[in-house]
Nanobody, 118 residues
Framework: VQLQASGGGLVQAGGSLSLSCAAS????????MGWFRQAPGKEREFVAE????????GYVGSVKGRFTISRDNAKNTVYLQMNSLKPEDTAVYYC????????????WGQGTQVTVSS
C-alpha cells in the first residue's frame, strides 16, 4: 500500500492550499480516508475524514468551515482543500486509510509540509 501526499507549501495567513493524496495497492473505494497533522513539538492530531463513497465527512473543530475533504474514487485520490489558513495550521499533513470496520488508521502516507506565515 502506498499513500503519496502532495500539495504542501508556504502560504500567507488567510491564503489557501489544496492537498492531494494518491493511493495505490488497496481497494480505495472501500476505505475511509483521513487527513492528520503534526506540528513541531505536538502530537499528531486528526483533521478530517471521509467515508468510502464520500457521503459522510468529519472534521476537527478547529478547521470546520475552513477545510473541505473530498475524494475521487475513479482516481484513487483524496483531497483536502484548506482555506483561510492560520499560522496554527502549520504542520506536516499526513493522509491515512482505514477499513470502514476498523477504529484506527492502518496505512499512512509520508506527509507533506504546510507552513502558514503571519
Amino acid at each position: 500500500v502506498q499513500l503519496q501526499a502532495s500539495g504542501g507549501g508556504l502560504v500567507q495567513a488567510g491564503g489557501s492550499l489544496s492537498l492531494s493524496c494518491a493511493a495505490s495497492g488497496l481497494p480505495f473505494s472501500t476505505y475511509f480516508m483521513g487527513w492528520f497533522r503534526q506540528a513541531p513539538g505536538k502530537e499528531r492530531e486528526f483533521v478530517a475524514e471521509i467515508s468510502e463513497s464520500g457521503g459522510r465527512t468529519g472534521y476537527v473543530g478547529s478547521v470546520k468551515g475552513r477545510f473541505t475533504i473530498s475524494r475521487d474514487n475513479a482516481k484513487n485520490t483524496v483531497y483536502l482543500q484548506m482555506n483561510s489558513l492560520k499560522p496554527e495550521d502549520t504542520a506536516v499533513y499526513y493522509c491515512a486509510a482505514r477499513k470502514s470496520t476498523a477504529t484506527t488508521y492502518g496505512y499512512w502516507g509520508q506527509g507533506t509540509q504546510v507552513t502558514v506565515s503571519s
